[in-house]
């Protein structure tokens, strides 16, 4: 006989009881036991048919080729540089990843990168071992010049984004902050100190509240409260 | 002289009073408050993150790491020294095996997680707190896990099972009547036990209906975890 | 100059923090007593997320024999693992070190307690107090919070009973207060740049150049100095960081009950 026992975007604990029966599929955040589906995660899950999966509200950031992250040259290496990804796991991107422009045989790699440099690049192969390469080529990957980084909850990111970048458009919209995520929790801004100070309280309230409904009219309206204009939860255009 | 009344008029299968928070240092990734009568325990969390010394690492799986910590004026009596000692390593090695059943750490090989348990006063049942505050840290640090785990301490006093001793029933040996405490941790989905120590003597019968009854406690405990885990995020069911 | 530390000064030019403090804000201080009732006497201080619990301890001991009439005072500070990913398990760092002894050196040098009032009988007994701070989380600022967290533990502290062996009745507490003369309270003051702040977070104590702590009584008389970091400071440094943590030590003397 088969019944769900718990509702789509309830909050689950590790081993809660989400359905039993054969006919529902497990995913990430949850599992087979028997016939039972249990969570093993805390988050917020999320029934989609018959597949079971719990959104997770914590959690440090797991590697994932395509992800875009934020990066800071920590090594210079024989044909590339190791890259801090700030987690467990570190990565090298290849002389041949690093810029679309030819780079000799006897270049000075740290005048491309030096050590220090902030970059935002893309993950291109993960191992088993979880060795990771990046790779900077590619739309918006660069370096970052100036500005500040803020660590924030790697669950959290989709929400700081917001659907189709909405989130960071309104910010941006209402203080000119630049704003750049990297999906492993670190948030870098470039704007005016007063700008920036807009940005990173609102960041810290989206990280409080991203499990509650109707947040995204919450940030508009704290926003505007805040700067005095008026911002629309639009898409990101490229040059934001 | 049989044991027929608890010191504090408690039931024999009834805890002391439970106070359980997570998310109360904001620097881990994980952490948990849990307060039994006068044990405080208090867990963080930090992981997975790169394990050094470098040899330690495990290129198959992350590992697990505890370390259980009395704070210096959280001694019954006199000063408690810096430093842990032997007791405080085995209590840490004992913690581990407890919770390691509910991980499964092969998604972070060559990482750790670190459990720090911190306790500002005690009352007797230490090492059970300390591991039911540990289990919400992990559970607040995102960590996977198949169950929750919960632990308490319970015995043999002057003839009478019972749960969650305090310092004056641990202490209350003569010359004829043993105290059995035997410290358990039991996965509530399972039913099955992670942890089990004893200090003391005890029948085998006795020792059942003690197991028995301290599945049932932690089963009641591990639902105080939950309703503190979902309570930081405003959760209520 | 590192990117960050020029990114900083930024701000601190037109007057502003990180969190949108001016330089000399503090964050919201809140302090508990009695958090743990093991302890003869215990706080918890709060600055911002920062967090620190003080306990006190006491003992009936013998004398060291070149000062047999005075008891025994120790001040001892633990930077816990739990509460920094910057902190390690095992034997104290050298911040641990000086954590300690700069609260140590406020307490003692203060008086606030007179050791000869901790001596029960000259060569034979004496009360020894230690004085034991353990950082729960560290977001800045933890020489403040560890420093007012000390006086506030031992303000809260009772004398243990004395049993019938002359050592200390941990079962059966007196109602008497620990005998304290003075209310020392430590500031740091900060040099970033060009400006003075107080109660850093921890991106603000990555980027200093200098500071001072700054250990003042409650008649404004300074009773213990401090300066750490690789910068330097002007004679008028000093004495202008000197007249902030007056005014800051006596703001935050009254938080105390």
């Known amino acids: ?240 | 002289m049989p044991y027929l009344k608890r010191f504090d008029g408690r039931k024999f299968d009834e805890t002391r009073p439970i106070t359980a928070k997570v998310g109360i240092i904001p620097r881990a990734d994980g952490s948990a408050i849990f307060q039994i009568g006068n044990t405080t325990a208090i867990a963080a969390v930090y992981g997975p993150r790169e394990l050094h010394p470098k040899w330690m690492q495990n290129p198959n799986t992350g590992i697990l790491r505890c370390e259980y910590n009395m704070l210096p004026f959280s001694g019954h009596g006199e000063r408690v020294r810096p430093g842990g000692g032997r007791r405080a390593r085995e209590i840490g090695m004992v913690t581990e095996n407890a919770l390691r059943p509910v991980l499964d750490l092969k998604e972070y090989p060559n990482c750790v997680v670190d459990v720090y348990i911190d306790l500002p006063q005690t009352d007797a049942g230490t090492r059970c707190a300390g591991i039911t505050a540990a289990a919400m840290a992990l559970a607040d640090a995102g960590i996977e896990m198949k169950d929750m785990v919960a632990a308490v301490a319970v015995g043999n006093v002057q003839g009478s099972i019972v749960a969650d001793l305090n310092y004056d029933e641990e202490q209350n040996k003569t010359e004829t009547e043993g105290v059995a405490d035997i410290p358990v941790a039991f996965m509530p989905n399972s039913g099955k036990l992670t942890l089990l120590q004893m200090d003391g003597e005890i029948t085998r019968p006795h020792l059942k209906q003690a197991l028995e009854m301290g599945k049932e406690v932690c089963k009641r405990i591990v639902a105080i975890q939950k309703a503190a885990l979902r309570a930081k995020y405003g959760g209520s069911q | ?257």
Request: charge should be neutral; charged fraction near 30%.
């Open chain 1, 1 to 240: 006989m088969e019944s769900l026992h718990a509702k789509d975007k309830d909050l689950v604990v590790p081993g809660d009881l989400i359905a039993t029966g054969m006919g529902f599929l497990p995913s990430k955040g949850t599992y087979r036991d028997g016939d039972k589906i249990i969570a093993n995660r805390l988050g917020l899950l999320s029934i989609e048919g018959k597949v079971a999966k719990v959104v997770p509200l914590s959690g440090n950031y797991t590697p994932k080729v395509g992800d875009k992250l934020i990066g800071r040259i920590e090594d210079l290496l024989f044909s590339g540089w190791r890259v801090n990804l700030y987690g467990p796991y570190s990565a090298v991107m290849n002389v041949k990843d690093a810029t679309s422009e030819f780079i000799g045989r006897g270049a000075n790699l740290a005048e491309i990168f030096a050590l220090g440099d902030i970059v935002t690049c893309k993950i291109v192969n993960v191992t088993s071992q979880k060795l990771v390469d990046v790779s900077l080529k590619g739309p918006g990957l660069r370096k970052l010049k100036g500005g500040r980084l803020i660590k924030v909850m790697a669950a959290k990111v989709p929400r700081i984004i917001g659907k189709d970048g909405s989130m960071t458009s309104m910010m941006n919209q209402a203080t000119g902050v630049n704003i750049a995520v990297g999906m492993n929790g670190m948030v870098w801004i470039d704007g005016t100190p007063e700008g920036e100070i807009v940005v990173a309280e609102t960041i810290q309230k989206i990280q409080d509240e991203a499990h509650l409904p109707g947040l995204t009219d919450k940030i508009k309206a704290f926003l505007e409260q805040k700067t005095g204009k008026k911002v629309e939860p639009r898409a990101m255009t490229e040059s934001e």
């Open chain 3, 1 to 257: 100059m590192s990117d960050q530390k020029q990114h900083l000064l930024k701000y601190l030019s037109k007057g502003l923090r990180y969190d949108g403090r001016k330089p000399t804000d503090y964050r919201a201080v809140s302090i508990e007593y009695d958090v743990s009732n093991s302890a003869e006497g215990s706080a918890r201080v709060r600055i911002g997320k920062t967090e620190v619990i003080a306990g006190v301890k006491m003992a009936i001991e013998k004398p060291y024999p070149d000062t047999a009439d005075r008891g025994n005072l120790m001040v001892n500070a633990e930077l816990r693992p739990m509460a920094s990913p910057d902190f390690e398990s095992g034997p104290p760092t050298d911040q641990g070190i000086e954590l300690a002894r700069v609260v140590d050196r406020g307490v003692r040098e203060s008086e606030c307690i007179d050791v000869h009032d901790l001596c029960i009988k000259e060569g034979e007994a004496v009360w020894s107090v230690a004085i034991d701070i353990v950082a729960i989380n560290d977001d800045g600022n933890l020489f403040d919070a560890a420093g007012l967290a000390a006086i506030a533990a031992l303000r809260d502290a009772k004398m243990p009973g004395t049993n019938d062996k002359g050592k200390a009745d941990y079962d059966n507490r007196t109602k008497n207060k620990l005998p304290l003369k003075h209310v020392p309270v430590p500031i740091t003051v900060f040099k970033i740049g060009n400006t003075f702040i107080v109660d850093p977070t921890t991106d603000e104590e990555n980027n200093f150049d200098a500071r001072l702590t700054v250990a003042c009584k409650e008649d404004n008389h300074l009773c213990a100095l401090q300066k750490g970091g690789e910068g330097d400071l002007t004679i008028d440094d000093i004495d202008h960081m000197v007249g902030l943590a007056q005014e800051k030590s006596e703001w935050l003397r009254k938080k105390l009950r």
